[in-house]
């Protein structure tokens, strides 16, 4: 098998290649500190690197850095299968302190068959005080043979006492090109993978979530009735209330689709004017917003998004932020 197309190497993923190099230096030199922390913004590859540095930290075949793939560790790892490799990841939306403390007791036995045992903590900044403070004590005394590996938000207030006990790898978000060409190998269209990799800013994870749930879609409906100098809301009062209820349905999803029409309100500001070719239906009459209207609307934005954090009814919500942002 060719090493360089296998999955679980961490060459593997687009970009980063200060955390490339970082990484491949420290396998050669066999200098891998007890803890490292991937921080950079969502969906842009860092577990997928952790699990890289994972096999390769386990390969047998010491010949090269990264995995070799084909060894009975490297097998094992791919079957998700490997003994001395543990995946801690959020469950309903954050890491719990239980999970943290069986961590910790997994920790006290040595490895079952290998060099060293690996945990990869995923999403650590959802994490909350406790379970926090509890990593903190596995990392201030760190078991011998064991490498932890976090990966976090970068733009998150982690904990500062968490990221000084890890050797952190810096994560950026991709550029427009490499995010089309991940979107496009997975069999997206070149016209929807260029809009995806325009709204994810360089994030492929988040175009991923953007193109399954509807939400281009629906962010596609919102632009076009707000913006259309054809549609009058006091007319129209059927359509904006009927759009309102679809986003509403959306739920959870509501803030992504709001972060997209921030990006379109921000662009406007910056007098780029490019996403609206993505629209279908090309005549509609733009309306033409000053900076203060362009503000305001960014304002009425964050106000509907904290009406939602305080769980306001949510189709009202949407309804009156459609009003206001025509
Ligand atoms: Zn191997």
Same mark, same amino acid.
């Given at each position: 098998?060719?090493?360089?197309?296998?999955?679980?190497?961490?060459?593997?993923?687009?970009?980063?290649?200060?955390?490339?190099?970082?990484?491949?230096?420290?396998?050669?030199?066999?200098?891998?500190?007890?803890?490292?922390?991937?921080?950079?913004?969502?969906?842009?590859?860092?577990?997928?690197?952790?699990?890289?540095?994972?096999?390769?930290?386990?390969?047998?075949? =010491?010949? *090269?850095?990264? $995995?070799?793939?084909?060894?009975? +560790?490297?097998? #094992?790892?791919?079957?998700?299968?490997?003994? @001395? &490799?543990?995946?801690?990841?959020?469950?309903?939306?954050?890491?719990?302190?239980?999970?943290?403390?069986?961590?910790?007791?997994?920790?006290?036995?040595?490895?079952?068959?290998?060099?060293?045992?690996?945990?990869?903590?995923?999403?650590?900044?959802?994490?909350?005080?406790?379970?926090?403070?509890?990593?903190?004590?596995?990392?201030?005394?760190?078991?011998?043979?064991?490498?932890?590996?976090?990966?976090?938000?970068?733009?998150?207030?982690?904990?500062?006492?968490?990221?000084?006990?890890?050797?952190?790898?810096?994560?950026?978000?991709?550029?427009?090109?490499?995010?089309?060409?991940?979107?496009?190998?997975?069999?997206?269209?070149?016209? =929807?993978? *260029?809009?995806? $990799?325009?709204?994810?800013?360089? +994030?492929?994870? #988040?175009?991923?979530?953007?193109?399954?749930? @509807? &939400?281009?879609?629906?962010?596609?409906?919102?632009?076009?009735?707000?913006?259309?100098?054809?549609?009058?809301?006091?007319?129209?009062?059927?359509?904006?209330?009927?759009?309102?209820?679809?986003?509403?349905?959306?739920?959870?999803?509501?803030?992504?689709?709001?972060?997209?029409?921030?990006?379109?309100?921000?662009?406007?500001?910056?007098?780029?004017?490019?996403?609206?070719?993505?629209?279908?239906?090309?005549?509609?009459?733009?309306?033409?917003?000053?900076?203060?209207?362009?503000?305001?609307?960014?304002?009425?934005?964050?106000?509907?998004?904290?009406?939602?954090?305080?769980?306001?009814?949510?189709?009202?919500?949407?309804?009156?932020?459609?009003?206001?942002?025509?």
């Amino acid at each position: 098998m060719n090493s360089d197309s296998s999955p679980i190497c961490f060459s593997v993923v687009r970009g980063q290649e200060k955390a490339k190099k970082l990484l491949r230096r420290s396998l050669a030199a066999d200098r891998i500190p007890h803890a490292y922390i991937f921080r950079g913004p969502d969906g842009v590859g860092k577990s997928m690197f952790a699990r890289g540095v994972a096999a390769a930290v386990n390969c047998h075949d =010491t010949s *090269q850095v990264e $995995a070799c793939g084909v060894c009975s +560790s490297c097998r #094992k790892f791919r079957s998700g299968n490997h003994p @001395d &490799i543990l995946m801690v990841s959020p469950e309903k939306g954050a890491i719990k302190i239980g999970q943290i403390r069986q961590m910790a007791r997994e920790l006290t036995y040595p490895a079952y068959e290998s060099k060293m045992r690996i945990v990869i903590l995923e999403d650590v900044h959802t994490m909350r005080r406790e379970a926090a403070n509890s990593l903190l004590k596995t990392l201030e005394e760190p078991p011998a043979d064991n490498l932890l590996m976090s990966t976090a938000e970068a733009s998150h207030g982690m904990l500062s006492t968490l990221t000084s006990r890890c050797q952190t790898v810096p994560f950026s978000a991709l550029g427009f090109a490499d995010t089309v060409a991940i979107l496009t190998d997975k069999g997206l269209d070149t016209g =929807t993978a *260029q809009l995806l $990799a325009r709204l994810s800013e360089g +994030s492929p994870g #988040k175009a991923f979530l953007l193109s399954k749930k @509807d &939400i281009i879609s629906l962010w596609k409906e919102v632009l076009a009735v707000v913006s259309d100098s054809g549609i009058d809301s006091h007319r129209d009062v059927g359509i904006v209330l009927q759009l309102g209820e679809k986003m509403a349905a959306l739920k959870e999803n509501i803030v992504p689709l709001f972060g997209l029409l921030r990006i379109w309100l921000r662009d406007l500001l910056m007098g780029k004017t490019d996403l609206i070719a993505f629209l279908e239906g090309g005549d509609i009459r733009l309306k033409k917003w000053n900076t203060e209207q362009l503000f305001a609307r960014l304002q009425a934005i964050d106000q509907a998004e904290k009406e939602l954090a305080r769980n306001c009814n949510r189709s009202l919500v949407c309804e009156v932020l459609l009003f206001r942002l025509q």
